[in-house]
Nanobody, 118 residues
Framework: QVQLEESGGGLVQAGGSLRLSCEASGSISSIVSMGWYRQAPGKERDLVATRTRGGSVNYADSVKGRFTILRDYAPHILYLQMNNLKPEDTAVYYC????????????WGQGTQVTVSS
């Protein structure tokens, strides 16, 4: 089991910055990748950025050059540094973990609201 605790959302003006945090606890050693997804009202949940245990990162085209995914290991925290925010970045952001032991498990954080005003 992996537990996720998110924080860091809020209201910011366009062009501003926010940093989201996701602290993982429990079966940390089983984590294969961690990432961030977002869901705007009436839309699907979409990938924002992911980072594998080996350090490979992947970003959605819409956030490349503006967002950075970072990971600390003690405590085990995943960050999403968001710069030059745009109104279209407004969404609920979810932390995501894939872990592998006897099979693959997927875990989600509770979500944190990010609102960017124009």
């Amino acid at each position: 089991q992996v537990q996720l605790e998110e924080s860091g959302g809020g209201l910011v003006q366009a062009g501003g910055s926010l940093r989201l945090s996701c602290e993982a606890s429990g079966s940390i050693s089983s984590i294969v990748s961690m990432g961030w997804y977002r869901q705007a009202p009436g839309k699907e949940r979409d990938l924002v950025a992911t980072r594998t245990r080996g350090g490979s990162v992947n970003y959605a085209d819409s956030v490349k050059g503006r967002f950075t995914i970072l990971r600390d290991y003690a405590p085990h925290i995943l960050y999403l540094q968001m710069n030059n925010l745009k109104p279209e970045d407004t969404a609920v952001y979810y932390c995501n973990v894939y872990s592998s032991s006897d099979r693959t498990y997927v875990y989600w954080g509770q979500g944190t609201q990010v609102t960017v005003s124009s």
